[in-house]
């Protein structure tokens, strides 16, 4: 076992989880250790109800995201999307809408085939997928969710030829699955610019994926049921110091999935935000409590995926 944890580490990986718990040295370009993410964001009334419960509990965040997918939004909504977005100066981060739970396939349903359900399958999808990218873009949004290593692929490519713009931040949903660092360093070499890991990595899993990882880390500190049911609000200021970069996501226990979302579930969506604000309050007044000295940035600030003017705006 020896000889082959001394030829993992001569490759530039960690021969072992890191026990020992290291602090990381990585920051954001502003020198910022954490920022602060909203996820489930399903549309422009629910980002407006985000904002005003911010306001509320004095909390700032760094980026929204939204999982139903670009596909489901209209052109009018995006453009919401992305006005409220480039007023509060926050990252608007949309789901790729093509994805196996959509598709006409039943594996994804089945026991042993749920780890197929976000793939892009097939060529047709993979193309549908960049056009829905494409279209984000036009409306002015600079985030995107993927979770297949192929579209990840073909987003960089197209980032590379100018098909797509070159800063638009490509974020890797925690469904992709990837958990170690050698994955996990393959989706930064193919075009990640943020990677949200599964939600049940130990303290030493996540420092040994940034001993060998550049780009942040989104961790789920409250994660849905559906993907594990966690709060590990007192885990966030070591979380913060062994893995950052890091943006800490509050996710919501205890809540429906409301995937595909729309106008038949707004409601639902709008009290569902605002509680995922409540608790970053809590979870912000962790580090308050036991971390003061760690470091968080402006709203804006570099890297963050701000929507962009259009047209004569």
Known sequence: MEKTREFIEKLGFPGRDCHHLPTSSKTFPDGAQYRVEIPSVEG?????????????????????????????????????MADIGRREK???????GPRGTWDITPMQWAS?????????????????SIEDIKRACDKGIRGILVADEGLLWLVNECKKHRELPDDLVVKISVQMGPSNPVSIRLMEQIGANTFNVPTDLTLAR???IRQVLDIPID???????????FIRHYDI?????????????????NSPNIYPSGTHLESTSIALCKERVRRARIGLDMIKRYAPHLKTSEKGAAGLGVPVAIGGE
């Open 44 to 80: 422009p009334a629910s980002l407006e109800a985000v904002i005003e419960a911010c306001k509320h509990y004095d909390v700032t965040i760094h980026r929204v995201s939204q999982g139903s997918g670009i596909m489901l939004l209209t052109d009018e909504e995006l453009v919401q």
């Open 237 to 253: 200021p070591e979380i913060i110091r062994v893995a950052a970069p890091v943006y800490i996501k509050f996710g919501l226990r």
């Open 90 to 96: 926050l990252e608007v981060s949309l789901f790729v």
């Open 112 to 128: 042993a085939g749920k780890i197929t359900g976000l793939r892009v399958q097939g060529m047709d999808q993979l193309v549908y």
């Open 206 to 208: 996540l420092a040994a």
């Open 219 to 229: 961790i789920y500190v409250e994660a849905p049921d559906d993907i594990g049911g």
